[in-house]
């Protein structure tokens, strides 16, 4: 079992950054694709950033392209997302999420365990 805490989020202004974190549980970390998902208000959940369990083979989607980067530190057993010129339509509750197997996906339903969420809201 793998359990997952994001944190980082918060208030800011149009054009800020933050950088979400999500800790993970469990010795299978390095193994695991990872991936960011995100939630707005009376929306589905949509995919964010993805990666491989050895870091590399980064996907995002394309309204976060050029401004989030997904990264992780498997020594630290937690993958970040670092988002810069946020935009008032980033507001949402932010996921992580892990699947046992290497690679990323865009699709939710193929991730093992989530976590929380965080909330991020960005005010213009």
């Known amino acids: 079992q793998v359990q997952l805490v994001e944190s980082g989020g918060g208030l800011v202004q149009a054009g800020g950054s933050l950088r979400l974190s999500c800790a993970a549980s469990?010795?299978?970390?390095?193994?695991?694709?990872m991936g960011w998902f995100r939630q707005a208000p009376g929306k589905e959940r949509e995919f964010v950033a993805h990666?491989?369990?050895?870091?590399?083979?980064?996907k995002y989607a394309e309204s976060v392209e050029g401004r989030f980067t997904i990264s992780r530190d498997n020594t630290k057993n937690t993958v970040y997302l670092q988002m810069i010129m946020l935009k008032p339509e980033d507001t949402a509750v932010y996921y992580c999420?892990?699947?046992?197997?290497?690679?990323?996906?865009?699709?939710?339903?193929?991730?093992?365990?989530w976590g929380q969420g965080t909330q991020v809201t960005v005010s213009s």
């Open positions: 999420a892990a699947r046992r197997w290497p690679a990323g996906t865009f699709q939710s339903h193929s991730y093992d365990y």
């Open positions: 469990g010795r299978s970390f390095a193994n695991y694709g």
């Open positions: 990666i491989r369990s050895s870091g590399g083979d980064r």
